[in-house]
């Protein structure tokens, strides 16, 4: 059964740190690229940061530029997305979501994980 699951938020005051996993079952994520996209209440899906399979190039939304670091460790068929100097604005559910090869919109991603909800506030 393929599975992604997303762990590590939480409640985090601005400022703060949070480093979120998306765990895979089922498949080898060695060749699949792992976006990590957020959604707030009332809000669009956005994308945030996103890693290649292929040649590990990675991509992040301008917003979280010099905040967020995404990486992968095959080895626990695990990718991480490390969120340092949270803003009130990045409160939302936050999901990974996985396809083979490249980096892509939301669209084109197969396979998803449910969610893990981080709040920013004080």
């Known amino acids: 059964q393929v599975q992604l699951v997303e762990s590590g938020g939480g409640l985090v005051q601005p400022g703060g740190s949070l480093r979120l996993s998306c765990a895979a079952s089922g498949f080898t994520l060695d060749y699949y690229a792992i976006g990590w996209f957020r959604q707030a209440p009332g809000k669009e899906r956005e994308g945030v940061s996103c890693?290649?399979?292929?040649?590990?190039?990675?991509y992040y939304a301008d917003s979280v530029k010099g905040r967020f670091t995404i990486s992968r460790d095959n080895a626990k068929n695990t990718v991480y997305l490390q969120m340092n100097n949270l803003r009130p604005e990045g409160a939302a559910v936050y999901y990974c979501a996985a396809d083979l090869g490249r980096c892509r919109a939301a669209g084109g991603y197969g396979y998803w994980g449910q969610g893990d909800q981080v709040t920013v506030s004080s």
């Open positions: 890693i290649s399979s292929s040649d590990g190039s990675t």
